[in-house]
């Protein structure tokens, strides 16, 4: 054996003693109710020895858990007490809104320690939800290496595969054997990334060769090449790809890491799949928050500020019911002469909203996870429209003969029925079109389809249902 | 060094060509639409060999993308066509409702054939979404290391640990140094699973002592004993655990993967996080699917099917839309005097409705995300019913503005506002309550929410409306 790896110490030996933690069920997972309200009593009671001693003893994920579950006033009250030293590793796990108050709240320099103690991918996430100068007073009093790497991470267009790599990655010339890579590792173990779990092949120019998961080389002989070891297809992301595309590539190839390459195609960083878990979170989040109109973090957002961004779209919706209601005043003789009509004609526009949403639902996630693209574009909108049709004949019939014998008139059973085919007809067809169409013109489909079909559904409800009510029954 | 692993081969070697396929954009990830159009055109032709040899070049995720894109028809046609020898690893990558459809068709020992080579997690996977009898009849064919597997992995409850897990994964006694485990892995390299980044540290009874990555065992002296290099906490998962548990323990502790245990704390599995990649997807779109009252897989269920499981949440759906008429028609007489009443009333119910769906959205996901819990459940109702107010406010206003101007009534006005601020601070309450208070239940607050909350808010709205008019208008 080399003798070089006796020089060098491990970190990894810092860890003696394993502290075996079963997981029994659901309850004894993360911070309980109960230990929340302890410290918060002791951070009330002003007994700061005793919150100081509950807070050291949580581990990381327990402490963000703590800093979101209190409330603004504790919360201020938790963070800015410099008595309390947070463990830095802290600030990454936070909701990204309750992170950027945090760190707004404090001076640069503590905000440049925190960031200094951080990986740089870590870093970076931090520090781009800051404001614009913030940001240059922070970088200012970093070390070179740290300020390098999060300049040129800012480089990148947000939400890029380049603000989401790492820039800690093994890479290894392709001449090295299995042995050599042994001794190296053992060698140089104090300077390596603290995890990581492939190699990457690289050659004099630094252009990515191929990828090594550790395990080959483990199982390998120490005369073997690393460059007979890589993966039969290599999958490097571009840095400025988007972090979408770069989930998606993850999911679909199943990788566990990928490296990242500049415009010249030389390996700059790594992404690995933890990475990609976050962003996963944060698409569905996306997706789901933008479908109802609400934005994100929304649940640690100051009263006011949620109040604002809740109102504009709600503002929105308002034009869209007052268009409903013209179409609806259109027909205000009519529905003095029956009233009933009043009465029922909230169903066929409410029936076409809740269709249509589940077609719009369908739409939506098939676009966000590229199961429907050109090839099945119209088959999806045939097969929405038909189920339009099919529920919309099933539900004519029922609200037909209520109708019908609610108000003891057959004609006003055949006129809501027709309206009730024609709108789940409307229904499927726009639910399924509009995300489709919104993402052939380049718009989110998830953040204004819903509008849009309600609008439709509204006013093709009030406008079949007293329309042929007009027709057949004045 | 040993002198063993001279005498083995490496399946790693077998992988000799790295074929750097570099990612330039989004289009250039996946399947072209052209390329399904060129497969499914020479289906069409009949021209076997053409489409054999197009489909016979495709990747394992390529492949899962044709079959999904591609009609029900061309989709049967392909599954069956036995000339075809598609990948066994295609099977596990479908969508759940599309796999099921295609292996229901096979004969059970073309089914057993395929689920042969595959992991045994995938195995599970695909069988335990087919009928009880089938199952039978294929693991009847299994080979008995496999059909043990599959019996056992049965026996888990669905949607737990036990049937997430792999049963591939390495085992090390604590008291083996890193040399005697390279030179094990050397010698063994042919029994050991395909790929793995972790070892799992066992003692002589198989209880689980402690987790080691590869990188550690890598950068150690060959002298080093495992048992000093594993984590300082160990994360065992009980085989019973739910998968969405296990998802969050992952999350939260950043784990890349953990070891499954019996209830006797013997190690039985090992889940790693790309098998939590696809369940976070699952989770996420189940929530984003209910609040809709869709099922999951519906892209590719027949059009009956798909018609039948909407018709029942839409059947759901009238009954709230027929109890908001008959609140309507409480008010008929004040109606027929005041048409502008049934012009402007479903003004109120929409905003209480959409404005209901924000909070309701956010309750939702915070529940789904452990976020929102007891500590701070009354806090989150609160600030959603003080967001409901002021955004009340602030559409009361402007409401009773456009109404008292469009109908020349100041009452009218002062009615519509007096309805929007009591249906928009019952949105809140109801948006924000009803979620946790399901949840508290037991019940699943993403399946049933949006009913009752669009229940509510129509209600509310209705009869606040109507309710006001009859009293100061009429």
Do not use: C
């Not at 080959?216 to 988007?242: C, G, N, Q, Y």
């Not at 934005?295 to 109102?311: H, K, N, P, Q, V």
């Not at 996630?365 to 099933?394: W, Y």
């Amino acid at each position: 054996m080399s003798d070089k790896n006796k020089i060098l110490s491990n970190e990894a030996l810092e860890s003696v003693e394993p502290v075996a933690e079963v997981f029994e069920d659901a309850s004894t997972v993360g911070l309980s109710d109960d230990a929340i309200s302890k410290i918060v009593e002791a951070l009330h009671d002003g007994d700061s020895t005793t919150h100081l001693e509950l807070i050291n003893e949580l581990s990381v994920p327990d402490t963000a858990d703590l800093i979101h579950k209190i409330n603004d006033e504790d919360r201020k009250h938790l963070l800015i007490d410099r008595k309390v030293k947070l463990d830095p590793e802290v600030y990454p796990y936070l909701d990204p809104a309750v992170g950027k108050a945090a760190l707004s709240d404090m001076s640069a320099s503590r905000v440049a320690a925190i960031i200094s103690a951080l990986d740089s991918d870590d870093a970076l996430e931090l520090i781009e939800n800051l404001d614009k100068n913030f940001q240059k007073e922070i970088t200012r009093k970093l070390s070179a290496k740290m300020r390098v790497a999060i300049e040129e991470g800012l480089t990148f267009p947000e939400d890029s595969a380049g603000r989401l790599m790492q820039r800690e990655y093994v890479a290894i010339p392709q001449f090295w054997t299995v042995g050599k890579t042994i001794d190296y590792m053992r060698a140089a173990a104090d300077d390596l990334p603290s995890d990581f779990s492939d190699i990457i092949i690289i050659d004099p120019m630094y252009h990515v060769v191929g990828e090594v998961p550790l395990n080959r080389i483990l199982r390998s002989k120490r005369t073997e090449k690393l460059e007979t070891l890589t993966f039969d297809v290599l999958h490097t992301i571009p840095a400025d790809m988007d972090q979408e595309e770069v989930t998606y590539l993850f999911r679909r190839e199943g990788l566990n890491s990928a490296p990242v390459v500049d415009s010249d195609n030389r390996l700059i960083g790594l992404i690995t799949v933890d990475d990609i878990i976050d962003v996963i979170d944060e698409e569905a989040e996306e997706d789901i928050m933008k479908l109802a109109g609400v934005e994100g973090g929304d649940l640690y957002r100051a009263i006011l500020s949620t109040t604002g961004s809740r109102f504009r779209w709600l503002f929105v919706n308002l034009m869209t019911a007052i268009a409903a209601s013209i179409v609806i005043s259109m027909f205000d003789a009519t529905i003095q002469e029956v009233v009933a009509l009043a009465i029922l004609m909230p169903i066929v526009a409410s029936m076409g909203g809740n269709a249509g949403t589940q077609a719009l639902t369908v739409a939506v996630r098939a676009l966000a996870t590229k199961e429907l693209s050109n090839t099945n574009m119209f088959r999806v909108i045939g097969k929405e429209t038909v189920v339009g049709t099919l529920n919309g004949i099933g539900f004519a019939i029922i609200m037909g003969v209520i109708a019908a014998l609610w108000f003891g008139s057959t004609t006003l059973g055949f006129v809501i029925a027709g309206a009730m085919v024609i709108n789940l007809i409307i229904a499927g067809l726009s639910g399924a079109g509009i995300p489709i169409l919104l993402s052939k013109m380049g718009s989110d489909p998830a953040l204004s389809s819903t509008v849009l079909l309600t609008t439709i559904t509204d006013i093709v409800g009030f406008f079949g249902f007293l329309g042929l009510a007009s027709i057949f029954l004045v």
